[in-house]
């Protein structure tokens, strides 16, 4: 390796159809979790987050038809 920018090199121009469609989606799926971890782990949505902690273990959703 003679350099980092030898090592990081990509030749675009070779880049096929699913090459870049990989490429867009990866990008987009790591800024859709950085959006998402900043949103959860920002202080001012603790409250509203933590309201809603126990919801997939309520007791008191609503009945289904198997159940009535």
């Known amino acids: 390796m003679n350099s980092i920018k030898q090592y990081f090199y990509t030749d675009w ?3 096929t159809w699913h090459d870049w ?3 867009i989606i990866t990008v987009v799926v790591f800024f859709a979790m950085v959006a998402v ?3 959860v782990f920002h202080p ?3 409250n509203k987050l933590e309201a809603k902690r ?3 273990m309520n007791e ?3 009945p289904t038809e198997d159940e009535k």
């Open 21 to 23: 469609v990989g490429l």
């Open 37 to 39: 971890f900043i949103y």
């Open 44 to 46: 001012s949505n603790k």
């Open 13 to 15: 121009n070779a880049m």
């Open 54 to 56: 126990f919801i997939p």
């Open 60 to 62: 008191d959703r609503v």
